[in-house]
Structures are given as C-alpha cells and as structure tokens.
C-alpha cells in the first residue's frame, strides 16, 4: 500500500503529516550526545592537565564545537540524507573512542610521568656483610664465633647500628678494625677476618680498579643491611621563570634501585635561562680532587655521593660559588632499559676503543661481566652498549675527562631520540622504565610551566657544553684514610672560565668558550 504525505480531516481538508523518528535518527541522536559529553570531558581534561596555554585551549575549543555543530546540523532533522546521517554518526562515535583512547593513555602518561617529579629522594645506603665465596656460611646465624672487620671511624653511626643487630643474633665475636677498604678486603682474603663490613658503594669502587678487578669471583655478600633517610630538598613550588641550576647525578648502582646510594658517577650541572633559551651543560670529572662540603676535607667528588645527595650538590656548589636548588637523579642500571625502550640511540664514538670487562644488567636483570668494543665514528648503541660507552675510561688518554663528554653524548642521544617519532611509537615501554631511572625534585607544575612558555615562545633552546680540566695525580682521600688513589687535580683557569660560562648565562648572554 502506498505511504501518502496527505490526510482527510473531517471538513475534508488535506494536510501534510508530522514525519516520525526512524532508527537511523535515533542512532544519529545517540552518537550526538555521545560526542558531545566526550569532547566536553575531553576539553575539561585538557584545562586540568595545565599543559597548554589558554590560546591553543581556544583553539581546541573552537574546533570541538565546529565538528559539534556539523553533526548537530546532519543529525537533527528527521528522515534527511539518511547516508548522510549514518556516515556521520559512526564518525562521530570513533571519534569519540579515539578521543576517550588519547584522553585515557594520556592521563596514564602524565601519572606516569608526574612519579618521577617533585618526589622525594629517599636515599638507601647499604651496608654488607662479605665473606669468601667458598665460605660454608649461607646465614648470618652461621657466622657465629666469626671475626668480624670493619674500617674504624667510616661510616660509623651505620657501622655501629649494624654491629649491634649483628651482636644481638649471634652474641660476642672477635672484631677486627681495618685503616681503609682496600686493607679491610686483603684482611678478608688473607683469613685475617671471617667476614667484614662495608658500604656496598665501596665494594663497588674497588672492583673497577685493576687490583680488584677479579673480587667479585673471590667473594660474596652473605647479608645486606640498609638504612634510609629522605633527603629534604624542596625549593619553592612557584614557575621556574628565573635562572636556574640543576644537578645531573649518576649513580653507578648495580641495582634498579634509583634510591640506591653510592659513588657519584656523572656530575653535571645544567644551567639554565628560561627567558633567552639558553643551556649550559658543565660536566666535572669524577675524580676531581675537591673539598667535602661536610667538612673540607680533600676527597674524589664521587666519593661524596656516598654521603648523599646533598654532600655533592654542597661541593659542586663551593666548588662554582653558584646555589644548586635542583637535582635530577639518574640510575645507570635503568638508563639500559630507556636506551632498549626507545630503540637504541646513535651517538659518535671518538675513536675505536674496547672496554675493560664490566658488570652489566641484562634481560633477566642479573648481572653479567661483559666488554665492549666500539668503532671510530657513528656509531648506534643498544641499552647494554650505551651504558657500556658512558662508563668506560681506561681506554682514553683524556680519562674522565673523555668519559664525562661520552656521558653527555648519550644523554644527548637519548634527547633527540625522544623528540623523534621513536617517543610515539615507544612511549608504554618508556613509561615503563623511567621510574627506575629517573627522578627529580622539580615539580611537575614547574615542569608544565616550562612547556607553556616553550608553547607561547617557539624560541629553539641552544645547548653549550663544557667539561672541566685537570691533571692526573694520586693523592690522600678523606674517604680512603692511609692510601693514595688516582685523582684528577683541578685547572684553575678551567674552573675561572666555569664560573664565568654561569654568570653569562644568567645575565641572559650566550656562553662564549675560547678558541
């Protein structure tokens, strides 16, 4: 039977009927409302994440309401271009699906990301009980009528505590004091003791020396114990729109702990000017023979990370005479799962070198002793290479001073593969791995505030880089009583054109390094 437009009323006029809602309008409607509570949902996200500026916000706003108002325009009046209709309400909807995709990933992102900033340090020392590898003992409760050594007066407050649980479990025992950690070590491998204390850190240091290269094969930690401490730098919360420093500290942590304490292995100070766009990165060598801020006493900076946090960022800062409000941690351990997350990084190997036999994380996360040789030139490294790269020294004339200027080669490697598509194509692994390998006590505001200035001012930034000098020596440490060790003796001049390369930067000029 044929539908007609026109019926009969009583008087016998015509007139047209009212059009009825069909499925396919209901369908429309529905995909309306759907995209309209997900783009308002989407633009409140977009307000609360304060990482545009109020004019890109407009302009997303605007946008959101154009495609709005086009499918209000297709989808409100009934039974009309029925294709139309449904073209555009399954647009609307995977729309609306990729809009709650980005708007979900990139909330998840930014918790992400925000664990990392404006956290607290919450350093762990660690102090081991060693014995010999072919020792019967599997337990501390084994070790009972031990001699027990230690080096006297280092460390003590830790030692102490530790002597007093371990006397508690096992009841009195012979203790023998050592002048140092290398002479506590040949104590242990003498059978002058049964098992010694140390700082983890210390243990660490002695196997990257040509004497102990082999200890680790010689003995083993039986007990490990830790005391922790939150380290309490907090600078104001307001945007970073001044001058500021940062302090780049690498740990050498054989553990993915990024709390970890231990030897201060990258040093690096960025200096930077958010109003001219300007970075300096000044590196200082790890051997640099300084004062302790603690105390004065001459010591190798790395060894002040032993002490914390706040002992290097309080020498570099006598050291330059410039205040260091922040700092951002580094684990090498976690910069091997960044490099492999993000696909490896390209950097320029300053000549062809192999690297001594060094303990490496790999995919199990256990350690392996592993070397590495590496061509002259470009050169593309996977998370094991690179940290491999950034480590070596005993291959190159400059020592560490070549060492530092690798560091900063691959973290630069790592920055601009990060602004590649690598970031897009990575970012869930990437998320992954930062926790463990980075932290800061920047606010993750100032970190968003840093972004919108960058979005109001597409100023490039100009990095300059600068590592400082010195001469190759042994001399007495604070931290290694009774023994000289290889250190690099400060340049003068090196440390003048240091602090002058600041001050430019601050003024608001651009660091100027003679020729």
Known sequence: MKDTSYTSSQGGSRRRSKPRRTALDRFGTIALIVLLVVSLVFFIRLISSQLLRTATLIIIAVVLAAVNAIHAAIQLPLRRNKLGKLIAGAAALLLSVGLIWFSAHTEDA????????????????????????????????DTIGYTYGYVNGWNAEDTDSLLK?????????????????????????SSGTDAILMVSGALTQLEETEEYADLGQKVRILYTYTVSRIVDITPSNAEITEPFVIYCNGIDSRKSDI?????????????????????????????????LHMNG???????????????????????????????????FFGLVDIVDAIGGVDVESPKEFTTKKMQIPGADGKLERKSFTFPAGPVHLNGQEALAFARERNAFAGGDNQRGKNQM?????????????????????????????????????????????????????????????????SDYCYSWPGQQLYVTRPDPDSVALAKTLIEQVFRGEVPVIPD
């Open 110 to 141: 930014l918790s992400r990301v925000g664990e990392i900033f404006g956290q607290k340090l919450v350093e762990n020392r660690e102090i081991v009980v060693v014995v010999r590898t072919d020792d019967p003992a599997q337990d501390l409760s």
């Open 165 to 189: 649980q371990l006397h508690e479990k096992l009841g009195d025992f012979p203790e023998s004091t050592s002048l140092n950690p290398s002479a506590l070590v040949d104590s242990l491998l």
């Open 259 to 291: 709390n970890a304490t231990g030897n201060s292995d990258v040093n690096i100070l960025a200096v930077v000017n958010p109003k001219t766009r300007e970075i300096l990165l000044l590196n200082t060598p790890r051997d640099y023979y300084v004062a």
């Open 297 to 331: 006493q001459m010591d190798k900076l790395t060894h002040a990370g032993n002490y914390g946090i706040e002992e290097s960022i309080g020498t570099l800062s006598d050291l330059y005479g410039v205040e260091i409000p922040y700092y951002i941690r580094l684990n």
């Open 409 to 473: 080669t691959v973290i630069k490697g790592i920055i601009d593969k990060i602004s590649s598509p690598a970031l897009l194509r990575n970012y869930q692994k990437i998320l992954n791995a930062l926790p463990n390998a980075f932290l800061s006590n920047i606010t993750f505001d100032q970190v968003k505030a840093l972004v919108r200035a960058q979005q109001q001012d597409s100023q490039p930034w100009h990095v300059t880089s600068y590592a400082v000098t010195g001469t190759a020596g």
